[in-house]
């Protein structure tokens, strides 16, 4: 009787096991050199292999929870400069805990690792590409788009969802806002508006026009939206510092996805009545020069209202910049340095 009641117990624990597995039979899981097994953190790198020129190594965690779920990959510094997306995410490394964590989080805090160690802001030192833009990337490029296929094939091929964050580069005071992109697959799009609610920024681009072919990708969030990952960018930070509010709603906002997501127990609240902005005003610089702004960050602006005004290097007047339509000062230029084409302000217009 004894010996009967043994081989049921562990005939029943077979099967428990066999049910786990068939919904989810990652024991393990590699980006990189990071391995993390089930319940594990696990710390490496993603590596670039040399090329055309250098390699470098792009840092990566693995948190891979101690239940199954999604997979949710989290990105910060494709430009090196903008730093409370850097840090948010290094704090969510220490913050994340795998016991607590239905799923596998992928984190990635410094993409852009040249311009990181250089404070260059824009693009990769290396090779002057913007490393947001030539997704999904190519293993014959320059160092940017090796990167860039190592991301795609590495994370974004394998994960389930994807949140890239950027902000307010050296020059850009911006104030917090997300992208919501709009693919036409009506279901996908639902899930991403559900994450970008969930996320708790109350002011949310939605972005229509992004390219719509996965081999053309151009950005890391629309390379994982072209693949039929619901997806989005969230923005903050601002020119240099380290704000605790900025990184604060960025590690806060991960963690409300994660709970929307059922990563997490974690009971979401969803961001109410935001701010929908259907249109984008980027203003350039016509000349070189000095500017001299007349509105901060999320000032709200009348059509026809002055934003700054650019003098020559001896502060005599060259150009004056007024709003061409009223909205809301996503960000504006942050120092008086000023070439020919930098953008000055970004325009949010508000759906009507
Ligand atoms: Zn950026």
Redesign the pocket.
């Known amino acids: 009787m004894l010996e009967t009641k043994t081989v049921l117990r562990a005939s029943f624990l077979v099967c428990l096991a066999a049910t786990a597995l068939a919904q989810d039979s990652r024991t393990a899981f590699t980006v990189g050199t990071a391995t993390a097994q089930r319940g594990q953190k696990a710390y490496g790198v993603l590596k670039v292999p040399a090329g055309v020129d250098a390699g470098y190594d792009i840092p990566v965690v693995v948190v891979n929870g101690a239940n199954p779920g999604p997979v949710l990959a989290v990105f910060a510094g494709?430009?090196g400069s903008?730093y409370a997306?850097i840090v948010a995410v290094e704090n969510l490394i220490t913050l994340v805990r795998p016991a607590e964590v239905s799923g596998t989080l992928v984190l990635v805090p410094i993409v852009n690792v040249p311009s990181f160690e250089r404070m260059v802001p824009?693009v990769n030192p290396t090779d002057n590409k913007n490393m947001?833009r030539f997704y999904p990337g190519s293993p014959n490029g320059t160092q940017t788009e090796r990167a860039s296929y190592v991301i795609t094939k590495e994370i974004v091929d394998r994960c389930d969802h994807l949140i890239d964050?950027?902000?307010g580069?050296l020059d850009e005071n911006l104030r917090p806002y997300s992208y919501w992109t709009v693919t036409g697959n009506q279901k996908q799009d639902e899930e991403s508006r559900a994450m970008v609610l969930a996320f708790g920024l109350d002011h949310i681009i939605i972005s229509a026009d992004r390219p719509k072919d996965p081999n053309a990708s151009r950005f890391l969030e629309n390379t994982a939206s072209t693949r039929g990952k619901p997806s989005f960018t969230a923005?903050a930070g601002r020119s240099g510092p380290v704000s605790t509010n900025d990184v604060a709603v960025l590690v806060d906002g991960v963690q409300r996805v994660m709970g929307h997501l059922k990563m997490t127990r974690r009971v979401v609240q969803p961001v109410r009545n935001p701010v929908w902005i259907d249109t984008l005003i980027t203003i350039a610089a016509e000349q070189d020069g000095v500017f001299h702004p007349a509105v901060d960050r999320d000032a709200h602006v009348t059509k026809g209202q002055k934003i700054g005004l650019v003098t020559d290097y001896l502060n005599r007047p060259l150009h004056e910049i007024f709003a061409s339509d009223a909205g809301i000062v996503l960000f504006v230029r942050a120092v008086p340095s000023l070439k020919k084409g930098d953008t000055i302000a970004s325009l949010g217009v508000v759906k009507k």
Do not use: K, L, M, P
């Open positions: 494709a430009h903008e997306s824009h947001n964050f950027h902000g580069d923005e």
